[in-house]
């Protein structure tokens, strides 16, 4: 796609809104009706209920309705069609950019994961999994609630970009059970089972289960193409499997949650300089968690909220290395991670004009260890301990302005600690239903993780550096929404700087058989980078029934140093979505993504991207039966994204069109 294609895009995202802006057609923005976009709940801003507009924050909500009706599978799936967010996939995993900011193979460890307020970010990398590798099921989601910008001063360290809150079902919704199957391209084939009710006066219990495999698809890398390694291709090794589970019980005050899953992914690219198309090659994750908390409103004004909870992550690597063809070693390589923590946390509203609300937080990670079967590999145990505090306090200065300041202290055992302010100022220009402007000023961090600060392999390289500081990233940001009759619009402004920015150092270290020593990667703090943007959004309704979004982010990212561009984010990015009744059985869902080129690590540049996506999804049949037909990527576009430091591939080739069926049926 030429930049010329990308600005007709660019300009009817900005021009059909203006056209549509004096209807009065009596249907609903896309995924939610404009009375509930305005005063849609959201918690995940201040860590209490607060509408959409009045969120010192730029707040997306994704509802189940929206992730239904466009088909989207997985949470990089939603994360990729809203404004300011990309991803890419390495065949391994799922990296998400937000705002200029997301070097491939770090897995999103700048961004804050939550499923009802509980972390997802394993204690070892501190990334998050929003691929195939997330334990939540798409299906046990109410909505998805994306808060943009720095979250530290409430929820501490990786909520630098970004805090996602996947906000679940309650048993209430589902009334029953709910099973689906389905069948698509590359041997696709997934199921779940979902069962939900109100028992007795105040308890309500949600069970969910999903399972999964893919064959994957034959992939060409040029880089590799040699008839020693079968001319480039790697077949038979993109194969995904996974099982999930989920409990969720609310009685009166008492909650408790459960999840787990396991997953397991075969390697295709030689990653960490493995043997090509090796057949051993794969990766397994497993995760856990369990939480109990107790929220009770103990005076008049004031809300007490307790949580524990305890998590366990495992990761299990084989990686062939040796000559093509086989013959050489299968070393496997192991992450174990226990850990358990807890949180009080009171809400006080001392008058109209003011609430407040302050916490303690405690997490042990008694166990993070890292292990293998090969002596190049130096791993170890090394627990930690991390004390948090925090203080949040809103100010109600008159009917329409209102003022938010916030402070977050955390200290780590394992390296230094942190503190995080942030600042808000919410102005509504009239009542509820006009426009209001938000001004933004937020700090956080990212504490070096484990494998940043201790892990050495010989093998692949790599060397940890126990002399690392927290990342840091300081972000200015105003925020505009307005409703235009039918039709709300959202535009933001922001600048982001970050400083101790931690990347991996091409160094020299002594070996004896060699002179002049050899040459490794370290992970050092090595630099500082800068993002300047706007985003526009617009949600409106179409006559008949239909209805859109609209949106366009530009960012320009750079190395503070050099001035070079970032690796990893496109300049421009533009979004429309279109949903339409289409008669009295089936409604269609139409998707179009448009991004100009990142740079990747070797210095050129990938393609730009147009990519279709259509899902048509039919009315209950027969007895709540409902038949959905989506196509991803409809066009079968080819195209390559930046692979990370472990690749020897400048570009990642992306899936290619993928068509599915899926059934579902509630009684």
Do not use: C
């Not at 969120?55 to 509802?63: E, G, H």
């Not at 009080?344 to 079967?373: I, K, T």
């Not at 920015?501 to 500082?528: K, M």
């Amino acid at each position: 796609m030429n930049k010329m294609a990308l600005a007709l895009i660019i300009n009817a995202g900005i021009a059909i809104p203006a056209s549509i802006l004096a209807q009065e057609v009596g249907t609903e923005p896309l995924g939610m009706s404009l009375d509930s976009l305005l005063g849609a709940s959201v918690s995940t801003a201040s860590k209490y209920s607060q509408t959409q507009k009045e969120a010192p924050a730029f707040v997306t909500i994704v509802t189940q309705e929206e992730i239904r009706k466009l088909g989207y599978r997985t949470l990089e799936e939603v994360l990729q069609n809203q404004v300011g967010f990309t991803s890419g996939n390495d065949r391994e995993y799922s990296d998400i950019t937000v705002r200029g900011f997301g070097r491939p193979g770090y897995y999103n460890n700048k961004v804050l994961l939550l499923v009802d307020g509980h972390s997802l970010n394993d204690s070892f990398s501190g990334g998050a999994r929003v691929g195939g590798a997330l334990g939540i099921d798409m299906g046990s989601i109410d909505r998805v609630e994306i808060v943009r910008g720095p979250g530290s001063a409430l929820y501490g360290a990786r909520a630098m970009l970004a805090v996602i809150n996947l906000v679940t079902r309650k048993g209430r919704d589902i009334d029953g059970f709910e099973a689906m199957g389905g069948w698509g391209e590359h041997g696709a084939r997934t199921g779940s089972v979902q069962y939900g009710k109100v028992i007795g006066q105040e308890s309500d219990l949600m069970v969910a289960t999903s399972w999964g495999r893919h064959d994957g698809e034959d992939l060409y890398f040029p880089e590799l193409d040699s008839p020693q390694l079968n001319g480039g291709w790697a077949r038979d090794l993109d194969q995904e499997e996974y099982v999930r589970s989920l409990v969720t019980w609310r009685s009166g005050a008492m909650s408790l949650q459960a999840a787990f899953s396991n997953r397991r992914k075969g390697i295709p690219t030689a990653a960490y300089q493995t043997t090509f198309n090796h057949p051993a090659a794969e990766n397994r994750d497993r995760s856990g968690m369990v939480e109990l908390s107790y929220e009770k409103l103990i005076a008049p004004g004031a809300t007490l909220t307790l949580r524990g909870f305890a998590d366990s992550y495992d990761n299990d690597g084989a990686y062939p290395f040796g000559p093509a063809g086989g013959g050489g070693p299968v070393v496997h390589s192991g992450v174990n991670v226990r850990s358990f923590g807890g949180e009080v946390r009171m809400e006080w509203e001392p008058s109209l004009s003011q609430r407040v609300v302050f916490g303690l937080e405690a997490l042990d990670v008694f166990e993070a260890s890292q292990s293998s079967d090969s002596e190049e590999v130096i791993g170890g145990d090394f627990p930690y301990r991390i004390w948090s505090g925090f203080l949040h306090e809103e100010f109600q200065v008159t009917e329409r302005l209102a003022v938010t300041l916030g402070l977050r202290r955390d200290q780590y055992s394992s390296s230094s600690g942190a503190t995080t302010p942030r600042a808000a100022v919410v102005f509504h220009t009239g009542d509820q239903d006009s426009g209001t402007v938000k001004l933004l000023y937020g700090e956080a961090f990212r504490a070096p993780n484990l494998l940043e600060l201790h892990i050495t392999s010989e093998a692949a390289a790599l060397r940890g550096n126990p002399n690392l500081m927290p990342e840091r990233i300081r972000t200015v940001e105003a925020v505009w929404e307005q409703n235009w009759g039918s039709v709300v619009s959202t535009m933001s402004l922001f600048h982001n700087e970050i400083r101790d920015l931690i990347d991996l150092v091409e160094v020299r270290v002594p070996d004896p058989e060699r002179e002049f020593g050899r040459l490794a990667f370290e992970q050092q703090n090595i630099s500082s980078a800068r993002s300047n943007g706007f985003e526009v959004e617009v949600r409106a309704p179409l006559p008949s029934g239909a209805t859109t979004r609209l949106s366009y982010a530009y960012v320009k990212a750079t190395d503070a140093q050099t001035q070079e561009r970032l690796v990893n984010v496109p300049t421009h990015q533009a979004r429309v979505f279109l949903s339409s009744p289409v008669g009295r059985w089936v409604e269609v869902g139409l998707g179009v993504r448009a991004e100009t080129e990142r740079r990747n690590l070797y210095g050129s540049e990938s393609d730009s991207v147009l990519l279709l996506d259509l899902t048509a999804t039919s009315t209950p049949l027969f007895r709540g039966l409902s038949l959905q037909v989506a196509a991803h990527n409809l066009l079968d576009r080819e195209y390559g994204l930046p692979g990370g430091f472990q690749h020897v591939q400048s570009a990642i080739p992306q899936p290619g069109r993928q068509i599915g069926i899926q059934l579902a049926y509630g009684w």
